[in-house]
T-cell receptor, first 116, second 114 residues
Framework: GAGVSQSPSNKVTEKGKDVELRCDPI?????LYWYRQSLGQGLEFLIY????????KSGLPSDRFSAERTGGSVSTLTIQRTQQEDSAVYLC??????????????FGPGTRLTVT | KNQVEQSPQSLIILEGKNCTLQ??????????LRWYKQDTGRGPVSLTI?????NTKSNGRYTATLDADTKQSSLHITASQLSDSASYIC?????????????FGTGTRLTIIP
């Protein structure tokens, strides 16, 4: 079946502009995660959604970052007033559910964001 | 602070040879440890998941070990193939309040040469 998809695959934007990154999770997966992978760094957790519960936003680095998940499916990560340090690969993952347990996370190919 | 350290940072080996990648972690309370393979330009793909009670788990030519006492894990690749060239990421899960918190290592970049 279809895996996690993300769009765009690459995004170049000017400093100060807003960007929106999209994630389509695997159908039926209730948990959705956003991560950031900077050059030479490990993946950094940003935010996660589980069903209708309030999202865990504890990883968002600043109030310029926000995310929504509409209808329990598609998610959009928005970065306002982008800065050069926002340049990274943004990865989305989905899971059958979240919580304690060995629930596999399936990753999308990522969106490479470059802020000039 | 939860941390995952991997070594070596990079490794180059000849096709057909074996290799072992290392992972040390300080994550508490421990839930499980995962190894992922990430090809260039792609998202990570899971290789193994182990709980504290598991010492070893295999997935084809990949064998992961876990020593929960010393907080160390290794990933052994047997009879390497060119397609094994990728980054291998160790990920440790900590129990949270209703959610697991994953801590990612920075990965080992493995290159297989013919």
């Amino acid at each position: 079946g279809a895996g996690v998809s993300q769009s765009p695959s690459n995004k170049v934007t000017e400093k100060g502009k807003d960007v929106e990154l999209r994630c389509d999770p695997i159908s039926g997966h209730t948990a959705l995660y956003w991560y950031r992978q900077s050059l030479g760094q490990g993946l950094e957790f940003l935010i996660y959604f589980q069903g209708n519960s309030a999202p865990d936003k504890s990883g968002l680095p600043s109030d310029r970052f926000s995310a929504e998940r509409t209808g329990g499916s598609v998610s959009t990560l928005t970065i306002q007033r982008t800065q050069q340090e926002d340049s990274a690969v943004y990865l989305c993952a989905s899971s059958p559910r979240a919580g304690v347990g060995l629930y596999e996370q399936y990753f999308g190919p990522g969106t490479r964001l470059t802020v000039t | 602070k939860n941390q995952v350290e991997q070594s070596p940072q990079s490794l180059i080996i000849l096709e057909g040879k074996n290799c072992t990648l290392q992972c040390n972690y300080t994550v508490s309370p421990f839930s499980n440890l995962r190894w992922y393979k990430q090809d260039t330009g792609r998202g990570p793909v899971s290789l193994t998941i182990m709980t504290f009670s598991e010492n070893t788990k295999s997935n084809g030519r990949y064998t992961a070990t876990l020593d929960a006492d010393t907080k160390q894990s290794s990933l052994h690749i047997t009879a390497s193939q060119l397609s094994d060239s990728a980054s291998y990421i160790c990920v440790v899960s900590a129990l949270g309040f209703g959610n697991e918190k994953l801590t990612f290592g920075t990965g080992t970049r493995l290159t297989i040469i013919p």
